[in-house]
């Protein structure tokens, strides 16, 4: 299985990026995907999640109405779309698979992908 994560760089206060998770090795459909970040000396963080269906999202409170997760079936492929972007989003975000809806456990992790947003 792999997730490949890409889409991150570097970018202004108030500006968009969007990240992408390409899917190979496991049966898309059948698992809840989700990003998460993790900022230095932080814990990573649950950012947002997106059913299997893709009919129910979750957003971690600091992103809703900033953040759009998405899921395209067809592709085997993740998004994050993030706009209006702040210093405090700055971290490295990883997609992640769980057959649970709550991800415990979280199956596969992806590696990563450095999003840093400048003052």
């Known amino acids: 299985v792999q997730l490949q994560a890409s889409g991150g760089g570097l970018v202004q206060a108030g500006g968009s990026l969007r990240l992408s998770c390409a899917a190979s090795?496991?049966?898309?459909?059948?698992?809840?995907m989700g990003w998460f970040r993790q900022a230095p000396g932080k814990e990573r963080e649950y950012v947002a999640g997106?059913?299997?269906?893709?009919?129910?999202?979750y957003y971690k409170d600091s992103v809703k109405g900033r953040f759009t997760i998405s899921r395209d079936s067809a592709k085997n492929t993740l998004y994050l779309q993030m706009n209006s972007l702040k210093p405090d989003d700055t971290a490295v975000y990883y997609c992640?698979?769980?057959?649970?809806?709550?991800?415990?456990?979280?199956?596969?992790w992806g590696k990563g992908t450095q999003v840093t947003v400048s003052s």
């Open positions: 992640a698979a769980s057959y649970s809806s709550i991800f415990n456990p979280v199956d596969y």
């Open positions: 090795g496991l049966t898309f459909s059948a698992y809840t």
């Open positions: 997106i059913s299997k269906s893709g009919r129910s999202t």
